[in-house]
């Protein structure tokens, strides 16, 4: 049986955010990011809505042939590439562009005759150091990709940034000049900027750009306002109150009594908690939003609950608690719980029940 607490997902901020990217690189073409089940918002709903864009980009095979077998035509770039040769095998019979981003790859690639081209996009190492060809090694690499047979002629250059977020930091500036100074004079289509790149580094925006949390209404920049950036929340996560209480001044609440009342006051009880996906870590003074005005939580985050206060108005059993959607940033929550929206769309997402 579901439980108490459930996700609506709103497909047209889905569109007017694909629409906010376009406006931001309007001379990109537009790789949505739809991995780990579309950030937890539903790939093939979220693929559906964003199917105007150019392409998608997910993580593994296994999320491209989701896609595929669902009926979707779009280039599709495997962020994680080819693991092993079955994988290799899949990408080339459903027409995949994989990311080589390691040296044992293009030990299998030697050593698999395929009997079709593979389409690939060379990931560089310029800072990240995560994935990728050190970026010293970008022509010597990029030229044994174009003379092995079983690649396709049209080898993309991309590489990931490590701090977009912040603006003040000179971390981006660097990576791009690494990637300009080893990529020059390749012609190769190029694909650098993710969703801060989009929003802050112009110069990154080059053939092909990789939107992923800004899609779902989330900013990536460190000051996390999603307004700034004219983004719409996608996912809304709901609960309703289960109880009301009447507490004196100097009564605990909740696991530890974290919390002591400050004065009289009234207290509600919402079912929802970390076993819905609710961070268990947001503190005290997380927002909310109940009957057209903001609220906050009092005491630790429960399993299947949350408490929050209800000084100053106005609630019954029954009524519906927004915990973040289009009146709470989902960001103003992950910074309240220490962690970031990404984790909590994809948690929630995940395991809450969906209400269209």
């Known amino acids: ?42 790939v093939l709903e979220v693929a559906k809505a964003l199917s105007s864009a150019n392409g998608f ?90 003379d092995n047979v079983n690649v396709n002629t049209g080898c993309w250059l991309i590489t990931h940034f490590a701090n977009a977020d912040d603006v003040i930091s000179d971390y981006t500036l660097s990576q791009l000049s690494q990637f300009k100074k080893y990529t020059h004079g390749i012609q190769a289509v190029r694909s650098i900027a993710n969703s801060a790149g989009i929003i802050a580094w ?27 950036v004219g983004l719409k929340a996608v996912m809304n996560l709901y609960a309703p109150v289960i109880a009301i209480h009447n507490f004196k001044k100097g009564d605990a609440i909740g696991y530890g009594s974290t919390y002591k009342c400050p004065e009289d006051m009234q207290v509600g009880v919402v079912a929802c908690g970390y076993g819905d996906g609710y961070p268990r870590l947001a503190s005290t ?41 289009s009146n709470i940033s989902v960001d103003r929550v992950a910074a309240s719980a220490g962690t970031i929206s990404y984790e909590l769309l994809c948690n929630v997402g995940n395991q809450c029940k969906r209400l269209s």
């Not at 209800?310 to 019954?316: A, G, H, I, P, T």
């Open 285 to 325: 003074g997380t927002p909310v939003w109940i009957n057209g005005k903001e609220s906050q939580t009092v005491g630790r985050v429960s399993m299947d609950m949350i408490t929050i206060d209800l000084r100053d108005q106005s609630v019954e059993v029954g009524d519906v608690v927004e915990l973040w959607g």
């Open 1 to 42: 049986m579901p439980r108490s607490a459930w996700v609506t997902i709103d497909t047209d901020a889905l569109q007017h955010n694909l629409r906010r990217v376009r406006e931001l690189a309007p001379n990109s073409q537009v790789m949505a990011v739809i991995k780990a089940n579309g950030y937890g918002h539903g």
């Open 57 to 146: 980009a997910v993580s593994c095979i296994s999320e491209a042939l989701e896609l595929r077998h669902a009926g979707f035509i779009h280039p599709i770039l495997v962020l994680q590439g080819y693991q092993n040769f079955a994988d290799l095998q899949l990408a080339t019979t459903n027409n995949l562009r994989v990311v080589i981003h390691d040296y044992a790859q293009l030990k299998l690639l030697e050593q698999f005759p395929l009997n079709k081209r593979l389409d690939v996009a060379l990931k560089l190492d310029t800072g990240m150091h995560r994935l990728g060809i050190p970026i010293e090694e970008t022509r010597r690499v990029y030229q044994q990709l174009n």
């Open 202 to 228: 112009q110069d990154s925006h080059a053939n092909w750009v990789r939107p992923g949390i800004m899609l779902y209404g989330s900013s990536p920049m460190l000051d996390g306002d999603r307004n700034k």
